[in-house]
């Protein structure tokens, strides 16, 4: 069962070709890593897949739903995470889980339960009734992940999670994933870290729009001759046109 | 419907922790209402005016006097010499000069005609007109007191008269901050439908939060109403404050309903909000809002009638004005507070008004984009 | 540095295109459509007497163009309905027996109902209804030589045909500068504290006031070429000369600019928000600078207090230095008092500007 099928997924700006020709699939609660430099095509490509951009041509389904027709419908299965700060820091934790949970549709009565669960869960109870923004960055990075997939989706896509973060709470921030992962959520992450890579269970390269490599990390260190993805990344990037 | 709630809950939430906002919904009534009227006054009193006078007669002495005496007039010098006059004509300090010649009384009584001449600094030429018109006014009626000298009394009798009465409705003591008030609500209402509301949203933009919105499941209408509503709350808010300063420090009580005011003003609103929205998706800063909402209230409020009348533009302009909504509402703003006009008389406004609100409206819908294309 | 900051300025084409649109807007508009001229006033005419006199008088306002009269009615009952609907300006009375009056009681009175609401308008227009009256009165006396004559020559200095652009050319200049000047350089400088870059230049050795320079030079250069467009519009498109010196006009502008300069960096120092310093710009210095520079009010009509106000406003300098200029045709022996005044006040907050700085950095 796959969660998300693309096929010769293409995003064209006027005559610039952001996203070319690519193919790909993740399978069920699978942890797929989708990496590449700045410029790549990799934000592209998942707005796409999100209903946040339409696609130029080829064809995709997240969830079962064709990206392209469907988009409206795959938003109530996935969720998301934004590059750009998610949670509004001027409400506090409650006000923001209710806010996210009334939008999915989450019962009242459930919510409240929810929001009691969740916090717990992080060990922000006290800071429940306090503005997200006195809290610090790994903290809120943590709730924003908690309160995208707090109405329980089937993929949840996260771009560029960890950004600004230090390694500490990276590394807790993967075990939350993981855990997710665990019980069926399917994980499509963006990075540009290139050891993040490593815990993906698959990882794909975009290199100047295409997709570049594709297959677990082992195997790409392998073939391409690497102790770590970051060297595979740096052998890729040579070859790149494409430069920020 | 209940998404719809949640979106509203959480606006009036952040709004009331953003003390801007909230500043600029307070201040900006009482600073606008408060300094506009007081500085716009249009009335042209205290021209200041010149005498030039080289005949030291009786009657030039009179005339200087009756001058003085007006309230129009401020009597700033007798200079002895042009070249002074001219200097404080440049100088700003004369608006206009009266020049008497020589021989002026000795003219009028042997050749039973004598020439004065008037320059004025035309520089803003409304003043410069209305200057001339009552000095003018001011010598021709020292010219019929002196007529009414020379001729006999049973003469003067038969000369026919039409006696011109005027009586000013409405405004009886001529009170501008009565005239200036109700337009300049109308375009703080402009400002907080058109301008706040497109900034709230573009910040969304600008933090991040709107992709966040744009990816669940909610549906255009309820995040764009979900804006609206707390916005027209405000728009609402911001008259009463308005009213409120509008009565405590110039005295102006509305002649027709607050009822029919807040009617009006609420069917506005949603047109105003409706620009506001298509602002937004027009607009990726703050700045960029800022900068083309400030463009276009500029334009509507002008064209709108608030500085010059709509009845002074040429044709063409009087065209574009019926396609105004601030024309109608700042008209509509006064007709009620000024002359007390009820809705059935204003139909024809209301009308316009209501269709405005659904074109904006569903433009900016239509407009906005959960996915970009 | 500099080069930095023109690229970011240029890249917001959106931003730059209604920077300059608007004071093109505001002088098109202020040229071709803005104007306090009275023609085609909306009367009625409330005819009792429908002898030949009424009809001759009624004429004469039909042929006038300051009036259009939409209608003739038996009464003036229906005023207040009439003004209350807009349709309106004026309501005409002709008494009943208007002619017999003038020929044996050598009097009749007429009635002018005004609608007052816009002050302006009903003085103007009963003047004008007024002057039908006394024209038509002159006529019948015409047969009698007027004795005693004053006769009135006039001449309008500066501007004959009175053409308002004189008025606010300089005044749509000095909003502009304002915008520009203040508004754009101080939230550009506070975007860039929002973001947080501002720090990571304070922490290189670029020294503190060319960071602060950098970011003002672009919107110098922009100020200068939005004046040099708006010079080249009223010259061009509204035929408003520029009677003084061009060369005068462009110095005192770099001064006002750097004015403004001085402003905008003031009112950075004070926030880190771009919205609350877009809020000081637009409300604590925009409006007064409007109100208080005389270009919209007359400054010599309002009580002493706002009076004195003005004299703190530098938009009161540098719009009556742009109208002595331009349209007066002086040069710096007339406007040396203002200008210095102008200088003064710029040392001034930019001396001010400097410190708040330095103690905001700390």
């Given at each position: ?244 | ?22 500043r600029m919904i307070i201040m900006m009534p009482i600073l606008q209402l408060i300094l506009i009227p007081l500085a716009a006054n ?133 009170k501008y901050p009565l005239f200036m008030v109700p337009g300049i609500l109308?375009l703080l209402?402009?400002m ?46 911001s008259i009463?404050l308005g009213l409120i300063v509008a009565r405590i420090i110039f005295g102006i ?121 | ?282 409300v604590g210095?925009m409006l007064p600078?409007l109100i208080f520079?005389?270009?919209m009010f007359?400054?010599?009509?309002m009580p002493l207090p706002l009076k004195t106000i003005s004299?703190?406003v ?49």
């Amino acid at each position: 069962m796959n969660a998300i099928v693309v096929n010769n997924l293409t995003k064209t700006f006027g005559s610039f070709m952001a996203v070319d020709h690519i193919s790909f699939h993740v399978t069920k609660g699978e942890v797929f890593g989708f990496l590449g430099a700045n410029g790549a095509g990799k934000t592209t490509a998942m707005r796409m897949l999100c209903g946040l951009l339409k696609p130029s041509s080829g064809e995709g389904r997240v969830a079962g739903f064709n990206i392209d027709t469907e988009s409206e419908e795959i938003k109530k299965h996935i969720g998301y995470m934004s590059q750009k700060f998610s949670l509004y820091n001027n409400l506090t934790i409650r006000e923001n889980i209710r806010f996210y949970g009334g939008l999915y549709d989450i019962p009242k009565k459930e919510l409240k339960q929810k929001t009691d669960e969740l916090v717990e869960q992080l060990g922000l109870t006290s800071y429940t009734d306090k503005l997200v923004q006195s809290l610090p960055l790994g903290w809120k990075q943590k709730l924003a992940f908690s309160v995208a997939i707090q109405h329980s989706p089937e993929i949840v896509f996260l771009d560029e999670p960890t950004g600004g973060v230090d390694p500490i709470t990276r590394r807790q921030f993967w075990d939350m994933i993981y855990e997710t992962a665990h019980n069926g959520l399917t994980v499509f992450v963006t990075t540009h870290y290139m050891d993040e890579a490593e815990y993906c269970h698959r990882v794909s390269i975009m290199v100047d729009g295409k997709i570049a490599a594709l297959d677990t990390p082992n195997e790409l260190k392998k073939i391409f001759e690497t102790e770590n993805m970051d060297g595979v990344f740096r052998k890729l990037a040579r070859r790149a046109k494409r430069n920020e | 419907m209940k998404k719809l709630l949640i979106i509203v809950q959480k606006e009036f939430a952040q709004i009331f922790r953003q003390p801007t906002i909230l500043r600029m919904i307070i201040m900006m009534p009482i600073l606008q209402l408060i300094l506009i009227p007081l500085a716009a006054n249009y009335e042209i009193k205290n021209i200041n005016i010149q005498i030039l006078d080289f005949d030291h007669s009786t009657y030039s002495t009179a005339l200087i006097h009756k001058l003085d005496a007006s309230p129009y007039f401020k009597l700033v010098g007798l200079p002895d010499h042009p070249t002074i006059a001219s200097h404080r004509v440049e100088q700003n300090k004369a608006d206009i000069t009266l020049t008497i010649p020589i021989r002026f009384e000795q003219d009028l009584i042997r050749d039973s005609k004598a020439t004065v001449s008037i320059e004025a600094d035309a520089v803003n030429g409304q003043k410069a007109s209305l200057g001339v018109a009552y000095a003018s006014q001011i010598i021709g009626s020292f010219n019929n007191e002196i007529r009414e000298k020379w001729i006999q009394m049973p003469r003067l009798v038969e000369f026919p008269q039409i006696e011109v009465r005027s009586s000013m409705w409405y405004n009886p003591f001529i009170k501008y901050p009565l005239f200036m008030v109700p337009g300049i609500l109308a375009l703080l209402v402009t400002m907080v439908g058109g301008l706040m509301s497109a900034l709230n949203i573009v910040s969304e933009k600008e933090i991040g939060t709107i992709e966040q919105l744009n990816v669940s499941p909610i549906k255009k209408y309820q995040f764009l109403l979900g804006k609206l509503i707390p916005f027209w709350v405000l728009g609402i808010v911001s008259i009463s404050l308005g009213l409120i300063v509008a009565r405590i420090i110039f005295g102006i009580v509305p002649a027709g309903s607050y009822l029919t005011i807040y009617f009006f003003s609420a069917i506005y609103l949603i047109g105003a909000l409706g620009v506001g929205l298509l602002l937004s998706t027009l607009a990726d800063t703050q700045m960029q809002v800022t900068l083309i909402s400030f463009f276009i209230i500029m334009f509507f409020v002008l064209m709108g009638g608030l500085y010059t009348p709509i009845d002074s533009m040429p044709d063409w302009a009087q065209k574009l004005a019926s396609f105004n909504p601030v024309s109608y509402f700042i008209r509509v703003m006064r007709f009620i507070v000024i002359k007390g006009s009820g809705i059935h008389d204003l139909l024809p406004e209301l009308k316009a008004m209501i269709l405005f609100g659904i074109v904006l409206n569903v433009l900016a819908v239509w407009n906005y984009r959960k996915r970009t294309v | 540095m500099v080069i930095k900051e023109f690229k970011h300025v240029l890249r917001d084409q959106r931003s730059l295109f209604f920077l300059l649109a608007q004071p093109v807007m505001m002088i098109l508009l202020f040229g071709f459509a803005l104007s306090n001229e009275v023609k085609e006033t909306k009367i009625i005419v409330v005819d009792h007497a429908r002898d030949e006199i009424s009809k001759t008088l009624i004429n004469r306002f039909e042929q006038n163009v300051y009036f259009r009269i939409i209608d003739i009615v038996p009464d003036e009952s229906m005023a207040d309905d009439i003004f209350k609907k807009g349709l309106a300006k004026l309501i005409i009375v002709i008494p009943a027996n208007i002619a017999d009056d003038i020929k044996h009681q050598y009097k009749s009175i007429v009635q002018l109902i005004a609608d007052a609401s816009d002050p302006n308008t009903a003085a103007i227009v009963s003047t004008y209804a007024g002057a039908v009256f006394r024209d038509y009165q002159n006529e019948l006396l015409g047969l009698v030589k007027m004795p005693y004559e004053i006769k009135v020559e006039q001449r309008m200095l500066y501007n004959p045909q009175l053409i308002s652009a004189y008025n606010f050319v300089p005044g749509v200049l000095t909003l502009i500068m304002m915008i520009l000047g203040a508004m754009m350089t101080s939230v550009a400088i506070v975007r860039e504290k929002e973001l947080g870059t501002m720090e990571v230049l304070l922490a290189s050795p670029i020294h503190p006031l060319q960071i602060v320079l950098s970011k003002a030079v672009p919107y110098l250069a922009l100020a200068f070429i939005t004046e040099i467009i708006i010079l080249i519009l009223s010259v061009f498109v509204l035929n408003v000369p520029i009677r003084g010196s061009l060369f005068l006009l462009l110095a005192e502008s770099i001064l006002f600019i750097s004015t403004t300069l001085a402003l905008g960096l003031l009112i950075s120092s004070s926030t880190n928000q771009q919205q609350v310093a877009m809020f000081i710009s637009l409300v604590g210095l925009m409006l007064p600078s409007l109100i208080f520079s005389g270009f919209m009010f007359p400054i010599e009509n309002m009580p002493l207090p706002l009076k004195t106000i003005s004299n703190i406003v530098p938009t009161k300098w540098y719009y009556n230095i742009v109208r002595a200029i331009m349209v007066k045709g002086l040069g710096i022996e007339s406007i040396w008092k203002e200008t210095l005044i102008l200088a003064t006040m710029t040392l001034v907050l930019t001396g001010i500007a400097i410190k708040k700085f330095k103690v905001h950095l700390e």
